[in-house]
């Protein structure tokens, strides 16, 4: 069965630190990875994704994450945080036999943002 | 591009009354649609899939004759809750892709208050 975990519900950071988001995934196969951002009382938007090319991937809004398949990981980072990114962000997996279906995503993480 | 819509965006309805929901693909024709239920603070949770012409399926726990999935045209779904009550509250997601691609685009959202 595939999974993925986010450790911390909330991240808090000050505006113009550095933003690192964690994302484990459990699964034999290396599945392909999403990172969904959503803001209050909205629909997900998609911020980058990894299916099996270059390990980085860099994607909007200035984040990027690495596929580190030795450390099962997919954390997402940004060098320097803006107070328009206090959101909830969503670490999500499809395996690659199910027909780019079922998205599965974790429990979020609560990204906070302080002048 | 990849513009998905919902309609409405909020809606309150009395116990035992049915709801319609809408999710239609702007400019892009969806061969699958997938309707997720998130509760307040937590993660989005797969209902059903849903392929243009074809019976949904639905996730397992997920009542069938409860939460009714039509999916008409390339470019529309909806999510009938059928003699709503107030466990049903909660915030429905839909989502779309393209045909043979692994990305889902996602509508805002709308938020069922059953009271």
């Known amino acids: 069965a595939q999974s993925v975990t986010q450790l911390g519900s909330h991240v808090s950071v000050s505006e113009g630190a550095l933003v690192l988001l964690r994302c484990n995934y459990s699964s034999s196969v290396p599945p392909y990875l999403f990172w969904y951002v959503q803001y209050p009382n909205q629909g997900l938007q998609l911020l980058l994704k990894?299916?099996?090319?270059?390990?980085l991937v860099k994607g909007i809004n200035g984040f990027e994450a690495e596929f580190k398949k030795s450390e099962t990981s997919f954390h997402l980072t940004k060098p320097s945080a803006h107070m328009s990114d206090a959101a909830e962000y969503f670490c999500a997996v499809i395996l690659p036999n199910t027909g780019f279906q079922k998205l599965v995503f974790g429990t979020g993480t609560r990204l906070l943002v302080s002048p | 591009g990849a513009v998905v819509s919902q309609h409405p965006s909020r809606v309150i309805c009395k116990s035992g009354t049915s709801v319609k929901i809408e999710c239609r693909s702007l400019?892009?024709?969806?061969?699958?649609m997938f309707w997720y239920r998130q509760f307040p603070k937590q993660s989005l949770m797969l209902m059903a899939t849903?392929?243009?012409?074809?019976?949904?399926?639905?996730e397992q726990g997920v009542e069938k004759d409860k939460f009714l999935i039509n999916h008409a045209s390339l470019t529309l779904s909806t999510l009938t809750v059928t003699s709503a009550h107030p466990e049903d509250s909660s915030f429905y997601i839909c989502?779309?892709?393209?045909?043979?691609?692994?990305?889902?685009?996602f509508g805002p959202g709308t938020r069922l208050t059953v009271l």
């Open positions: 849903s392929n243009e012409g074809s019976k949904a399926t639905y």
């Open positions: 990894y299916t099996s090319a270059a390990t």
């Open positions: 989502s779309a892709t393209i045909q043979s691609t692994d990305t889902q685009y």
């Open positions: 400019d892009f024709q969806a061969t699958t």
